[in-house]
């Protein structure tokens, strides 16, 4: 099993900057892959970036490219989101979402089906 633990969240002004963090524990060894997604109210939930945990690389949605910026800290088993420049449509619950399989293609990543723990989420809410 799996856990995941998001924190970092709150209420920021339009233009400013917050880091999310999503601790990992229980069968670590088991992470392949990580990302964060979001979710607006009445809205599907949104692919926002991920990382292959092994090789380092990165990926992003069109709306976050060039603004957040995923990291992680494999000693501490932690995941991170830089969010700069944030907008008022960025508000939303932010997830934290575990891979334990490898993957072929770096397109399987922006799918949330291919994700097999989810964080509890945390609201992250932008004032215009």
């Known amino acids: 099993q799996v856990q995941l633990v998001e924190s970092g969240g709150g209420l920021v002004q339009a233009g400013g900057s917050l880091r999310l963090s999503c601790v990992v524990s229980?069968?670590?060894?088991?992470?392949?892959?990580m990302g964060w997604f979001r979710q607006a109210p009445a809205k599907e939930r949104e692919f926002v970036a991920a990382?292959?945990?092994?090789?380092?690389?990165?990926y992003y949605g069109d709306s976050t490219k060039g603004r957040f910026t995923i990291s992680r800290d494999t000693a501490k088993n932690s995941l991170y989101l830089q969010m700069d420049g944030l907008k008022s449509d960025d508000t939303a619950v932010y997830y934290c979402?575990?891979?334990?399989?490898?993957?072929?293609?770096?397109?399987?990543?922006?799918?949330?089906?291919?994700?097999?723990?989810w964080g509890q989420g945390i609201q992250v809410t932008v004032s215009s």
């Open positions: 990382m292959d945990w092994i090789g380092g690389a990165t």
């Open positions: 229980g069968r670590t060894f088991t992470t392949r892959a």
């Open positions: 979402a575990h891979r334990q399989e490898t993957f072929l293609f770096s397109s399987w990543l922006y799918q949330r089906d291919n994700y097999d723990n």
